[in-house]
């Protein structure tokens, strides 16, 4: 499985990962399976949804570690750049923090994102980290 583009699985996927009954286990690997959906007609729903389960205080770290992986994977937008700031910014675990910054690193060319990861240079856990993505970056920008 190469992509998620059945729209009818894409929405039971996303249902299993948010549905906080479930087995946090299984709600992982849902939001693993989501990083499939970049092409899918739902990425808007997807987006939305990994937004939503972020922000919620009361979530599961580990569930919203990989809702934030599954951005760093999937074609998102400056409102996810944004999520992903807010969370490193915020009080977050570690690991959930850590996805976050993978979204900057991964989405470097989406609009915010540079800006972020240059405000995070004096950060003390991600600092160096963004100064070594804008400088490995600052070559690929100078053919």
């Not at 570690?94 to 004096?122: E, M, N, P």
């Amino acid at each position: 499985m190469t992509e998620l583009t059945d729209n009818h699985l894409t929405q039971q996927v996303l249902d299993i990962g948010m549905n906080s009954q479930e087995d946090d286990l299984v709600r992982i690997e849902a939001w693993r399976a989501l990083g499939l959906a970049g092409s899918s007609e739902l990425l808007n729903e997807v987006l939305h949804a990994a937004a939503q389960l972020v922000r919620d205080p009361d979530e599961d770290e580990d569930v919203q570690n990989y809702a934030l992986q599954t951005l760093a994977l999937l074609p998102i937008t400056e409102a996810e750049i944004q999520l992903a700031l807010e969370v490193l910014q915020g009080n977050a675990y570690i690991l959930v923090k850590g996805a976050a910054f993978a979204v900057l690193a991964a989405h470097q060319h989406v609009s915010g994102a540079r800006s972020a990861l240059d405000s995070l240079q004096s950060d003390a856990d991600f600092g160096s980290s963004a100064k070594r993505v804008l400088q490995s970056n600052q070559g690929s920008d100078n053919p």
